[in-house]
């Protein structure tokens, strides 16, 4: 196991309203691998998103189903993500289904 497939495991899982990878929206900020932990740190557009614990959810069970503890830090983006974040969300903006 190394940080390179877990970020291809968590390259599949997509925002519900916004056709594009947490990966890609920078959500997903950081990995790091040690031994069977993982730490990933997830960085949110605001603070307090009503959607933020199903975000982590779907974070976290596709890593515990690879028998990995994982730990979630959570954080809000900085000026940077946060205008990239926009402009994708923009661009791929689907809705909630």
Request: glycine content about 4%; some cysteine; charged content about 30%.
């Amino acid at each position: 196991m190394n940080e390179e497939k877990i970020r291809e495991v968590l390259s599949g899982v997509k925002h519900p309203a916004i056709n594009c990878s947490l990966i890609e929206l920078g959500i997903v900020k950081d990995i790091k691998l040690e031994g069977n932990e993982v730490k990933v740190t997830m960085a949110f557009p605001f603070p307090n998103i009503p959607i933020k614990d199903q975000l982590i959810k779907s974070v976290k069970d596709p890593l515990e189903k690879m028998n990995l503890n994982v730990e979630v830090k959570t954080v809000v983006m900085n000026k940077e993500e946060l205008q990239n974040f926009l402009k994708k969300e923009e661009e791929n903006w689907i809705g909630m289904k």
